[in-house]
């Protein structure tokens, strides 16, 4: 099978496609680095030439508002390229919770139209809503941090390892489209102030973390289990302990 994905060169593209190839699958890392820019269409029609599958995930390279016209753009200049070249299955990597979240933030509202315009669009389609990674739990600190203390709301979440989302995009993408919403997640829920305190202290970081009521998410005034994934979710082994470790001995 032939899998393009764009975003290849990334945290999780590169290891998609490291995993793909590792099933003997001809996946290709598609990415502006590589002369393939999604939101411009450069190199599109070229890059999707006899593929089956295209996963997508890419980001914007802003977390506001102006995201809104670069998932547009990106999403309408792939559907277009994948229809003119017979791809059979479009597969994007989303989040846990986006539609509770786009009530509050630009970022999310871009991503609820990401999904909207591949719901909508001629390909048939599986949509993956990932959790929180483990490698970006000290970005989360440090986007919560005042005055050396991180204030984060105790509200439940299920992060998993990158390697892990890699892993069930992959899975999806080489099944059948489901024309809807995938769940994954790590393997087991805990307090963010819980886990970042643990995070923190395992990479010897002296902030204080502080379960705060009126904390924010990324500015998001969270509920108690909207970081949460379903019943029906699809669950990853690797435990943020283990992975510490393992991430520790490769440094």
Known sequence: MKVV?????????????????????????????????????????????????????????????????????ATTN????????????????????????????????????????????PIPYTIVHATQFYEFLKTLADSAT?????????????????????????IAAVNPAVNGVIEIGGPMEVLLPDLLRTALTAVGDSRTVVADPDARYWGIKLGARTLVPGPGASLFDTRFEDWILQAAAKN
């Open 5 to 73: 994905v764009i975003g290849g060169t990334g945290l999780i593209g590169s290891k998609l496609v490291e995993t793909l190839t590792e099933h003997g699958h001809d996946a290709t890392a598609a990415a502006p680095s590589t002369g393939v820019n999604a939101y411009t269409g450069e190199g599109l029609a070229e890059a999707l030439s006899g593929a089956d599958v295209v996963v997508d995930v890419s980001n914007s390279p802003t977390l506001d508002d102006a995201a809104t016209e670069f998932f547009q753009l």
């Open 78 to 121: 792939l559907l277009t390229a994948e229809q003119s070249a017979g791809v059979a299955h479009h597969v994007a990597l989303s989040v846990v919770g986006t539609e509770q979240l786009a009530e509050q933030s630009g970022y999310f509202q871009a991503k609820l139209l990401q999904e909207r315009l591949i719901s909508e669009g």
């Open 146 to 170: 005042v005055e050396g203390t991180v204030r984060m709301p105790p509200a439940y979440f299920q992060p998993m390892a990158a390697a892990d989302v890699a892993e069930g995009v992959a």
